[in-house]
Every structure is written in structure tokens, then in C-alpha cells.
């Protein structure tokens, strides 16, 4: 074939794929993966650690905790930041990012990890059940991670995130309740990061406000992404306790967003961004605070003891009097046969006289 027919062959094939390329319908979010549709049934399709082991979140079971003594109180620094620094809020198309500064890092998980972004998951109006962990089976309203990369190995998150020991997820678990001017901090900018990727700078303010007050209660365990990838390279802690937000606030975080651009035809709304409890596969979960039914055992055992010992020591007792009574009843007895006997005199008869 001439070089010229050649050319204007490849030029046909060329259109012709274009226009079947363009005839496929993208994702609704514009994304590689979804949450809608199959959802993340689909995503070990094209992301293979997702079917694979050490998936997140979890149920914490209460039947698989095991207490950890050397499990110490988180230290966060650089989580205070001022009001005169700005944040970048972002509109990923999967949920609401909030990017952190690098002077923000925990203490006392072996490396140093370097916060690098926060980000929240949620359910729906009608269902405000959209935390990814739960506890023994309990979903709560929406979960906050905030996530830190390895920074003694790695330079930045992107390059830490499939590697062993590379990140480190904090999970705080959201309930509905009072007013949060914490969360409000993020919430009332909502409105202007609407569609995907749309951003705003907003004021810094205090990240650990968004925690809660008790950092000393946790579960830890090692997991994965909760997104695609899904690479098994976190290490969770979260915390027992949850932080309230109120009605008004979780209904903003479940109505105000998109999952796409703001010119797309077919707006699909932000919501249901929580992927299902994974598989257990037998793994260890530490926490650093006792069950309440330890707390019971241990009080039982307590009680058992005492109870023995009381019992013995009142056996003692009661034997002790026994014998005491007894001696003295003894004693008292001879007393009483000494009493019962008559001592008589000896009567020498006199000899007769006669006259």
C-alpha cells in the first residue's frame, strides 16, 4: 500500500475510534471508580488490592479486642494553626478535602507521620448512617480521617501510600448531637466548593478541635485505603469516642455536594461516599482502654475472692468460739460435779466408861 494510502487509512481508524471513544459514557463523578452502580463491587476490577487482604474499615467486635497496655496516649503537634494561615477546602468528586501543612505530624508510632489532608464519609438524609467503621455492628452518622505518610522514608503521601509502615489513618467516628463550631470551620464553606474540583482557601483554625477530648481511648489495627487503590499500607488508630455535630450540620455535609462538574447535564449528588465493612481475616485489633466486662470479670473475680476470704475467716471464727464454748462448758461441768460431792467429817465413837 502507498505510504499516502497508509497515512489516510491510520487518519480513518483514528476517527472512527475517537467517535467510539467519545460515544462511552464516563463515570457520573468523571472518575476511575465510583461509588455508584456496582460501586465497589467493581473496583478490584481495576484496582486489585481491593480484593485482596488487609481491608478497611472493619467492625470493632468486641469478641476480637484485645487490650494493650503498651498502647500510649497519642502526641500531635502542629495540629493548632492560626487563624492568619489558610487552608486549601477541595471538592475531590469522592468527598470534601481539606489539605494540612507538613508542620502537622504524630509522636510515638516508631516513624515520624506528616499529616498531608483530611476528609470526611457520610450516608444520606434518610439514611444518616455513613461511618465506615463501626463497633459491634453500629454504624454512626459520618467518619472524619484525617491521614499522615511516613515522612522519615518517604518524601510526600503519593510515594508512601503503597508501601509497608507508609501511612497512618486517624479515625474519628461522628454522632448527631449538639452543635459542633469545630466542624462548622469546614461545613460553612461547603457551599462554595459545590462541584468537583472546585476549591477555596479558608482560615486556619485548631485540628484538634475536630477530635475528641479523651485521646487516650483507641483501636488500632493494621488496614488499607478505604478508596481505590486500596493498598494495605495504613495503620489505623481510632477513637472510641465520638464527637457530636448536629442535625442542621450532618444535613449540610449530606445535601450540599456533587460528585461532578458544575456544567455536567447529569448532576449526581454527593452521598453514600462510605465503603462496607471488609472481611475481619483474623487480624489483631489492640486497644488501649479495658472492656467494661473486664472491668466486670475482674470485679467478679474481686468479689469471689472476698467472699472466699470472709467465708474463711468466719469459719475460723465460728470454730474458734466453738472451741472456747466448749472449754468453758467443760470447765464449767467439773465445777458443778465438785459441787455435787459431800465431805463428811470422820466421828470417833468413844470408848464406854464404867463407874
Same mark, same amino acid.
Given at each position: 500500500?502507498?505510504?499516502?494510502?497508509?497515512?489516510?487509512?491510520?487518519?480513518?481508524?483514528?476517527?472512527?475510534?475517537?467517535?467510539?471513544?467519545?460515544?462511552?459514557?464516563?463515570?457520573?463523578?468523571?472518575?476511575?471508580?465510583?461509588?455508584?452502580?456496582?460501586?465497589?463491587?467493581?473496583?478490584?476490577?481495576?484496582?486489585?488490592?481491593?480484593?485482596?487482604? @488487609?481491608?478497611?474499615?472493619?467492625?470493632?467486635? &468486641?469478641?476480637?479486642?484485645? #487490650? $494493650?497496655?503498651?498502647? *500510649?496516649? =497519642?502526641?500531635?503537634?502542629?495540629?493548632?494553626?492560626?487563624?492568619?494561615?489558610?487552608?486549601?477546602?477541595?471538592?475531590?468528586?469522592?468527598?470534601?478535602?481539606?489539605?494540612?501543612?507538613?508542620?502537622?505530624?504524630?509522636?510515638?508510632?516508631?516513624?515520624?507521620?506528616?499529616?498531608?489532608?483530611?476528609?470526611?464519609?457520610?450516608?444520606?438524609?434518610?439514611?444518616?448512617?455513613?461511618?465506615?467503621?463501626?463497633?459491634?455492628?453500629?454504624?454512626?452518622?459520618?467518619?472524619?480521617?484525617?491521614?499522615?505518610?511516613?515522612?522519615?522514608?518517604?518524601?510526600?503521601?503519593?510515594?508512601?501510600?503503597?508501601?509497608?509502615?507508609?501511612?497512618?489513618? @486517624?479515625?474519628?467516628?461522628?454522632?448527631?448531637? &449538639?452543635?459542633?463550631?469545630? #466542624? $462548622?470551620?469546614?461545613? *460553612?464553606? =461547603?457551599?462554595?466548593?459545590?462541584?468537583?474540583?472546585?476549591?477555596?482557601?479558608?482560615?486556619?483554625?485548631?485540628?484538634?478541635?475536630?477530635?475528641?477530648?479523651?485521646?487516650?481511648?483507641?483501636?488500632?489495627?493494621?488496614?488499607?485505603?478505604?478508596?481505590?487503590?486500596?493498598?494495605?499500607?495504613?495503620?489505623?488508630?481510632?477513637?472510641?469516642?465520638?464527637?457530636?455535630?448536629?442535625?442542621?450540620?450532618?444535613?449540610?455535609?449530606?445535601?450540599?455536594?456533587?460528585?461532578?462538574?458544575?456544567?455536567?447535564?447529569?448532576?449526581?449528588?454527593?452521598?453514600?461516599?462510605?465503603?462496607?465493612?471488609?472481611?475481619?481475616?483474623?487480624?489483631?485489633?489492640?486497644?488501649?482502654?479495658?472492656?467494661?466486662?473486664?472491668?466486670?470479670?475482674?470485679?467478679?473475680?474481686?468479689?469471689?475472692? =472476698?467472699?472466699?476470704?470472709?467465708?474463711?475467716?468466719?469459719?475460723?471464727?465460728?470454730?474458734?468460739?466453738?472451741?472456747?464454748?466448749?472449754?468453758?462448758?467443760?470447765?464449767?461441768?467439773?465445777?458443778?460435779?465438785?459441787?455435787?460431792?459431800?465431805?463428811?467429817?470422820?466421828?470417833?465413837?468413844?470408848?464406854?466408861?464404867?463407874?
Amino acid at each position: 500500500m502507498p505510504a499516502q494510502g497508509f497515512s489516510a487509512a491510520r487518519a480513518t481508524v483514528l476517527i472512527l475510534f475517537l467517535k467510539v471513544q467519545s460515544s462511552v459514557p464516563a463515570p457520573h463523578n468523571g472518575s476511575k471508580w465510583t461509588y455508584v452502580g456496582e460501586g465497589e463491587k467493581a473496583w478490584s476490577k481495576s484496582f486489585p488490592s481491593c480484593g485482596g487482604m @488487609l481491608q478497611s474499615p472493619i467492625d470493632f467486635d &468486641s469478641d476480637n479486642l484485645q #487490650y $494493650d497496655s503498651s498502647l *500510649s496516649p =497519642l502526641v500531635l503537634e502542629g495540629y493548632n494553626m492560626s487563624s492568619n494561615e489558610q487552608f486549601i477546602l477541595t471538592n475531590n468528586g469522592h468527598s470534601v478535602k481539606l489539605g494540612l501543612p507538613p508542620n502537622m505530624y504524630i509522636k510515638g508510632l516508631g516513624p515520624r507521620y506528616t499529616a498531608t489532608q483530611l476528609h470526611l464519609h457520610w450516608g444520606n438524609q434518610n439514611n444518616p448512617h455513613g461511618s465506615e467503621h463501626t463497633v459491634d455492628g453500629k454504624h454512626f452518622a459520618a467518619e472524619l480521617h484525617i491521614v499522615h505518610y511516613n515522612s522519615d522514608r518517604y518524601p510526600d503521601a503519593s510515594t508512601a501510600r503503597d508501601k509497608s509502615e507508609g501511612l497512618a489513618v @486517624l479515625g474519628v467516628l461522628l454522632e448527631m448531637g &449538639s452543635f459542633s463550631p469545630s #466542624y $462548622d470551620n469546614i461545613f *460553612s464553606h =461547603l457551599q462554595d466548593v459545590k462541584y468537583k474540583d472546585q476549591k477555596i482557601q479558608i482560615p486556619g483554625f485548631n485540628i484538634l478541635d475536630l477530635l475528641p477530648q479523651n485521646l487516650d481511648e483507641y483501636y488500632r489495627y493494621q488496614g488499607s485505603l478505604t478508596t481505590p487503590p486500596c493498598f494495605p499500607s495504613v495503620l489505623w488508630t481510632v477513637f472510641r469516642n465520638p464527637v457530636q455535630i448536629s442535625q442542621d450540620q450532618l444535613l449540610a455535609l449530606e445535601t450540599a455536594l456533587y460528585c461532578t462538574h458544575i456544567d455536567d447535564p447529569s448532576p449526581l449528588e454527593m452521598v453514600d461516599n462510605f465503603r462496607k465493612v471488609q472481611k475481619f481475616d483474623e487480624r489483631l485489633v489492640r486497644v488501649s482502654f479495658q472492656k467494661e466486662e473486664d472491668f466486670s470479670s475482674a470485679g467478679l473475680s474481686m468479689g469471689i475472692i =472476698l467472699s472466699v476470704a470472709i467465708a474463711g475467716v468466719l469459719g475460723v471464727s465460728v470454730i474458734l468460739a466453738l472451741s472456747i464454748w466448749l472449754l468453758r462448758r467443760k470447765k464449767s461441768s467439773k465445777k458443778e460435779e465438785n459441787k455435787g460431792v459431800i465431805y463428811k467429817p470422820a466421828v470417833k465413837k468413844e470408848a464406854d466408861i464404867n463407874p
